[in-house]
């Protein structure tokens, strides 16, 4: 099973061993890699609609992973008891959805060795409901694939990180951008906060034209994210 960069690099995160359980499976690619390569001796295949559910258990069938990978029409976590297993996978979301997924379901995410999660949108929440849950984000990556950013991270329950100073989330940079990414100076990171400066000079220069009070309140806002995006950059001329 050949996986897309971005899935890819999520299946990396997950240690080998361990149950998983892949929400919002589409069809069931990551599960099918993690029976191939071994590294997870059962994976629960979830996800809401039908149409991803049919195509799961096709692909399933057609590589011979029946008995491996079961495959379970659920809404987020909600047919995951607590226990069944010790990785969660929630991929290609948006943070605000992968932040409810999970508290509405806290049982279970707090019964989890692992969660390995790829936001599509406001990593800052999902990073945020994890320190408030004492999850330790022990290793994150970014990579670009078909000129998209897309962050991905493996938290563990604090009780398994000896020495939690290395990874708390001290600083405003640190939800927002992840502090292992900026202390660590991924270059992909560099290139999305030199995008995403561009991308606010370009706002910038559209509200100024305008000068309402609703866009003076814009240009405030993103006076604010560019402050976060110098700072975020500062990181990359520190000496190592």
Sequence with gaps: MQLSKRLQAVANLVTQGNRVADVGCDHAYTSIYMAENR???HVIAMDINQGPIDRARENIIKY???NQIEVRKSDG???LEAGEADTVIIAGMGGGLIVQILSERMEVMKSLRELVLQPQSETFKVRHLLMDNNFIIIEENMIKEDGKFYVMMKAVPQKFVKDTSTYQLALEEHLYYGRLLLEQKNPILAEYLLWDLEICKGIINTLEEERTENTLLRLEE????MELI???LE????EA
Excluded: D, F, W
């Excluded at 993103?222 to 994210?225: D, G, L, P, T």
């Excluded at 990181?235 to 520190?238: A, L, V």
């Design 39 to 41: 590294i997870s001796p």
């Design 64 to 66: 011979g992973y029946e």
């Design 77 to 79: 976590l909600k047919k």
């Design 222 to 225: 993103i006076n604010n994210r």
């Design 230 to 232: 110098h700072r975020g």
């Design 235 to 238: 990181y990359y001329k520190q």
